[in-house]
């Protein structure tokens, strides 16, 4: 079963019933406007905590194996996040095999260069904001932060992030991988330099890194090598191994409450946010 079927199948696709909603949305806003962009990709939606302001706003990026994924499977994510008193946006971005990388990455440079000139808006606070993402979407936070060109390119800076959330990421571009052959092709130096461990070795935003116990061949060496990398930069980080979970099922449990990673998260983002 993929993620599709999965978070249709509980729920997540659908907004919660019988509680009173403790959020405001605004939809499917451009965060690129000019002659090329995208109408459909270049989108996002911005969740808020009703009636409160100076929250802190988390960046999602969704995955999809840089070839798939909509910000509209992720409503409950975004309104469970903002019931929280956390702000919530969700991005599109541009998907291969239409583009190839580094398109994907410098879209969601955008969407955070929107976040941070305009969350303010919405009663969010623009020193205060984080990066998270699940499996595609946590390469490409964890790319956002290590690898300051694609924010420099937008006047931004990792100084911009207070921190970083990657579930089931993927952290380096193999280019022998079939996997990521539509996506980056097959250059190994183009592989290694759109890959986070290549550039995990100065100092970097705090970085929360999840993987699922059952989760994709190598994701867990992955997330350890990253791990080991942003230590031994003296970067601040938590790693985490998600008891009963696969690559599928650490984000749609995700949006529970109850989900020992989705308190480990909220958790972050507070601590982080002082």
Known sequence: ????????????????????????????????????????????????????????????????????????????????????????????????????????????????????????KYGGKKDQLFLCGHSAGGHLVSLLATDPQ??????CSAADIRGVASLSGVYKILHTERVFEVPFGKDEKVCTLASPLAHATGKCPPFFIAYADADFPLLDKMAEDMGAALKKAGSPFELMKCKDRDHYTIIVQFVSNADPLNKSFREFVQKNSK
């Not at 406007?33 to 802190?56: I, M, N, Q, S, W």
């Not at 909509?70 to 929280?84: P, T």
């Not at 694609?150 to 006047?155: G, P």
């Open 150 to 155: 694609y924010l420099k390119a937008e006047r």
């Open 1 to 120: 079963m993929n993620l599709l079927s999965l978070l249709v199948a509980v729920g997540v696709a659908a907004p919660a019933e019988g509680k009173p909603e403790a959020h405001e949305k605004h939809a499917d806003i451009a965060y690129r406007t000019d002659k090329d962009a995208d109408k459909e990709r270049h989108v996002l939606d911005v969740y808020t905590p009703k009636g409160k302001k100076d929250f802190p706003t988390v960046l999602f990026v969704h995955g999809g194996s840089w070839k798939s994924g909509n910000k509209n499977l992720y409503e409950v994510l975004g309104k469970s996040l903002a019931a929280d008193g956390i702000g919530c946006v969700i991005c599109n971005y541009r998907l291969s095999p239409k583009v190839q990388h580094p398109a994907h990455i410098e879209d969601v440079a955008k969407a955070f260069a929107w976040t941070r000139d305009n969350i303010g």
